[in-house]
């Protein structure tokens, strides 16, 4: 069978038959050994990287755009008028843009591919006995793997054991209900669909457990299949690179309608045909923004690798851009504003309290003062042990042993452990024969043991639930009904300790004759347990940078109101007048038609407590429909569909189940708040970034085209010749807008409110600046000529030079006319940017040597302009300068009129919706 990597009908037979053949057991699963020699001969558990763009097809997309047909339609018509140093320099700009674009699509490419490496599926395995989390390509036949609820199968596997287990096989078979498993035999000619003790790679486990031998793994597996036949991925361009390329794409029209104009104006004019020819050809080449995209993807691809460093990994592109226009964010508690790590500190036992006191091994038990022992004290020694009964935990051996599951859990564990009741002994007394999982609805989960002839069920779960559940109590002096008035009593104690924070988890048991009653039923209350859950450090600075964003938050959680209300102070939400609200509420509101009472209900909540899983999803439509852009985190496979529906779906990394990470647009690696904010901050910095170039580039190519068109229109010498033009578009365009598109940005950028999603890539008062700073560079460059031809009387050759160093200067000091209106003009996001100053050195270097080296100069139809040239052309650049700063100084004196007044706040917040 190994060289196959497949086994013939593995649901029609045995589990046992199946793991003899592979020669495993399902109690030892296979040795470390064995697992590599089984890797060496089946490959590494993964499908063909289908994803991979090959660089041959990074490479041809390069050529599949009309704007390198244009060039090479303008290098074709320059060679055929004769002018081969035109042809040779629209096929550098050619191969030139064409590398560039190619080599930054080919990184961007290779960093999504890297980072979807990094949210690789782990998965639990059974090797050498022991239960071990490793990366899912490391799997083999024959390896037994557990599953859990929100577990992404990672191998086609037949079940060896079953509880409760239901997948979601709508990948496979479009079936979208999650299907039952079990890990009986079936007939050999069940159809895929119905092959119900098989757990398929891809499909997700969406409730119960499980433990299955893996049988096929990589391309052997049934998904391996499907996705040989469907090899071809289309990789879909964000909105942006679509937004950007529609913009290109439009210009490209105008130019080309443009340049046609210029050339017939001037042969009219009585310039020779092959010249005004050449020119048009050289306008349509110099007015195109071929940087837009590559510069677009490459800021994107850098904004990625910027969030991936500070623990954000982005699934997709566009997420980096929608991040930025966030307006609220519902963030679970959880793990996410808290630590996720816990501890018990107290139960809350039917006639007493009992105070955990110190940590670990030095943990001590006492109620009234008195210290207790745990192993004399029934009422305490039978909530110790259901905490380590009705557990999904796993700890490994040894001081230094792995721990895997839900701290919550964890922490029953290791309360028990301190107090003497071990896993391993009670696990031999009571021995497991069931597992009811964690249900989310009903917020409790179950187990059955087989005990002196008899079952024990052990429930823990939300104390409201369980209370509800119970009948009995477990007294001090043995189990007694419950009376009529116990519940409110356990109600309010349970209310006090969530006003100060705790988490409070009820258990609860019962003993009876058979292992298939309903586990939530005629329970018996033992107590409660209490839980700390400390607040995360950088959590309260984390949630004043999203306010002083404008940016609201909202809790959103399982937990008790109180403890979440305790929690949300603490952190900083609502502050003195916090309102919570409870997830039940909001069965009367239909996020389809929000009217203004469930508006301002919702504008007022700032915590959702005991929120069931498709409650989320509501809230999330609720706060959209109300107009917000929603940043959602969210770990549980129940999350899912919100995570799905929100703007920004964010998942936890180590918390998070695989179905929440794949559902997500965005995974943090270290479950923190405060990486929300920081890659906020990088979405609003890459979206600024990526309009400041649009601007700089479009009123650049703006003014090359007015500089020729008008002087020609006007009856003047032309005063920038094809090959410049081609020369100036290379060294201004490309350097300066790369630098831009680099910026880190700065912390003015969290003071602001978040962008209109729906506001243009270039609104109106861009477009005003565009053509504003594209005439002022024009009118300085032609009266820059106008000057040196009739004024210091040079010859046209020498005041085309001229009119070049204005174009060229004034184009590279344009660069600080893109700065934010509210920065200083010393002191900003612009010149605190290196990257400028780079480019600018470069560029003028690079300037310098055109004009100054004979060579090139001779060329290019430079010859020196004299000293007085060179300082016209000096002075003149400064214009577009100085006017571009009038204008930055007015709009910024015409925001400032109109905030006046205001808090700013209260600014932020009156215009952030709902
Ligand atoms: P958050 O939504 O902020 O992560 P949460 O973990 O409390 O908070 P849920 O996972 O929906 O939210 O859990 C809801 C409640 O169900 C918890 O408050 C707890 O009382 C109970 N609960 C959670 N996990 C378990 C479990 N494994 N076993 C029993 N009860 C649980």
Same mark, same amino acid.
Not at 573 to 576: A, E, R, V, W
């Given at each position: 069978m190994e060289s196959t990597g497949r086994l013939e009908a593995?649901? *029609?037979?045995?589990a046992e038959e199946i793991a003899g053949e592979l020669e495993t057991r399902p109690s030892r699963g296979l040795s470390s050994k064995e697992a590599s020699r089984r890797r060496q001969v089946h490959g590494p558990n993964q499908l063909r990287g289908h994803e991979t763009r090959s660089a041959l097809a990074i490479l041809a997309h390069q050529f599949a755009s009309i704007i390198v047909w244009l060039l090479c339609a303008a290098a074709v018509m320059s060679l055929v008028l004769g002018d081969v140093a035109d042809a040779v320099a629209i096929a550098v700009v050619l191969i030139l843009n064409g590398a560039i674009g190619f080599f930054t699509e080919l990184r961007a490419a290779r960093s999504m591919e890297a980072l979807s490496r990094i949210t690789k599926v782990r998965t639990r395995v059974r090797r050498e006995s022991q239960v071990k989390e490793v990366d899912a390509r490391g799997l083999v036949p024959g390896d037994i793997v557990v599953l859990d609820a929100g577990d992404i199968v990672a191998a086609d596997m037949r079940l060896v054991s079953a509880s409760n287990i239901y997948c979601d096989e709508s990948l496979l078979t479009g079936e979208s209900a999650p299907v039952a498993k079990h890990a009986s035999k079936i007939a050999a000619d069940t159809s895929l669909a119905e092959r119900a003790n098989m757990a398929f790679s891809g /499909? *997700?486990? /969406?409730?119960g457990l499980a433990e299955g031998i893996v049988v096929a793994t990589g391309m052997a597996t049934e998904l391996g299949h499907i996705s040989a036949l469907a090899e071809e991925a289309v990789s879909e361009a964000s909105p942006l690179e679509k937004r950007l390329d529609k913009l290109g794409h439009k210009l490209v029209w105008l130019t080309l309608a443009l340049a046609a104009l210029t050339s017939v104006t001037g042969i009219m004019w009585g310039h020779s045909t092959p010249e005004m020819i050449k020119t048009g050809v050289a306008l349509a080449v110099a007015a195109i923004p071929e940087g837009l995209p590559v510069v677009a993807t490459l800021c994107l691809a850098r904004g990625m690798w910027r969030m991936a460093a500070r623990n954000a990994l982005v699934n997709q592109l566009s997420s980096v851009e929608t991040l930025g226009a966030t307006t609220l964010i519902l963030t679970d508690k959880t793990g996410t504003l808290t630590e996720n790590r816990m501890t018990a500190v107290g139960y809350i036992l039917a006639d007493r309290d009992i105070d955990v006191l110190g940590e670990g091994e030095n943990a001590r038990f006492s109620a009234d003062d008195r210290e207790l022992d745990p192993a004399e004290t029934e009422d305490l020694n039978w909530a110790l042990r259901i905490g380590v009964l009705c557990n999904t935990a796993e700890v490994g051996s040894g001081d230094a042993g792995t721990r895997i599951g839900d701290p919550m859990e964890l922490a029953l564990l290791a309360i028990a452990t301190n107090a003497g009741v071990t896993r391993s002994s009670l696990r031999k007394e009571f021995k497991e024969v069931k597992q009811y999982a964690f249900d989310p609805s009903r917020k409790m989960m179950a187990t059955v043991h087989a005990h002196e002839g008899q079952f024990v069920y052990a429930v823990k779960g939300a104390p409201e639930s369980v209370i509800e559940a119970s009948d009995k109590l477990f007294s001090k002096d043995g189990v007694r009904e419950m009376s009529e008035r116990d519940p409110d009593g356990w109600h309010a104690r349970n209310g006090r300790a969530a006003r100060s924070g705790q988490r409070l988890l009820a258990l609860a048991m019962k003993t009876a004759n058979s292992d298939a009653e309903d586990p939530y039923g005629g329970l018996t209350l033992v107590g409660l347990v209490c839980l700390l859950d400390p607040l995360r450090e950088d959590v309260p600075a984390a949630i004043r940078a999203s306010q002083d964003a404008g940016v609201r938050v909202v809790m959103m959680t399982g937990d008790h109101a109180d403890t979440a209300a305790k929690i949300a102070r603490d952190a900083g939400?609502? /502050?003195?007048d916090l309102k919570v609200m409870a997830g039940r509420d909001l069965a009367e509101f239909d996020p389809e038609t929000p009217d203004e009472a469930m508006r301002k209900r919702l504008r007022e909540t700032d915590v959702f407590a005991r929120v069931a899983p498709d409650t989320k999803l509501k809230l999330v439509s609720l706060f959209q429909h109300s107009g917000h852009v929603v940043a959602m985190t969210g770990d549980g496979v129940n999350d899912a569909p919100a995570l799905k529906k929100a703007d920004i779906g964010i998942a936890m990394g180590l918390r998070g189940t695989q179905v929440a990470r794949e559902a997500a647009d965005i995974v943090l690696k270290d479950d923190a708040f405060a990486t929300i904010i920081a890659a906020m901050r990088q979405g609003r910095v890459i979206f600024e970034n990526i309009r400041k170039f649009v601007v700089y580039l479009m009123s650049c190519n703006l003014s090359e085209v007015l500089v020729v068109g008008i002087a020609v229109g006007i009856g003047l010498p032309v005063p920038l010749l094809p090959l410049q033009i081609l020369f100036l578009n290379l060294v201004t365009d490309v350097f300066p807008a790369f630098a831009l598109g680099l910026g880190k940005g700065d912390d003015e950028i969290m003071r602001q409110p978040p962008r209109d999603p729906h506001e243009p890539m270039v609104d109106a008062p861009r477009w005003w600046l565009i053509g504003l700073l594209g005439a002022a560079i024009t009118l300085a460059t032609l009266a820059a000529f106008a000057l040196a031809l009739f004024q210091l009387d040079l010859d046209p050759g020498k005041a085309v030079t001229v009119a070049f160093l204005t174009l060229a200067l004034a184009q590279l000091w344009n660069v600080f006319n893109v700065r934010r209106p509210s920065m200083k003009f010393f002191v900003n996001e612009i010149t605190r940017n290196p990257y400028v100053w780079g480019a600018l050195v470069l560029c003028l270097g690079l300037i310098a040597f055109a004009v100054g080296n004979p060579g090139l100069s001779s060329v290019l139809g430079l010859p020196s302009p004299g000293p007085q040239g060179l300082f016209l052309a000096c002075t003149m650049s400064f214009l577009p300068l100085a006017v571009g700063q009038v204008f930055v100084l007015m709009s910024h004196l015409r925001t400032a009129e109109r905030v006046a007044g205001r808090k700013p706040h209260a600014t932020l917040r009156s215009q952030a919706p709902g």
């Open positions: 593995p649901y *029609a037979r045995d /499909t *997700a486990v /969406t409730q939400l609502g /502050t003195d």
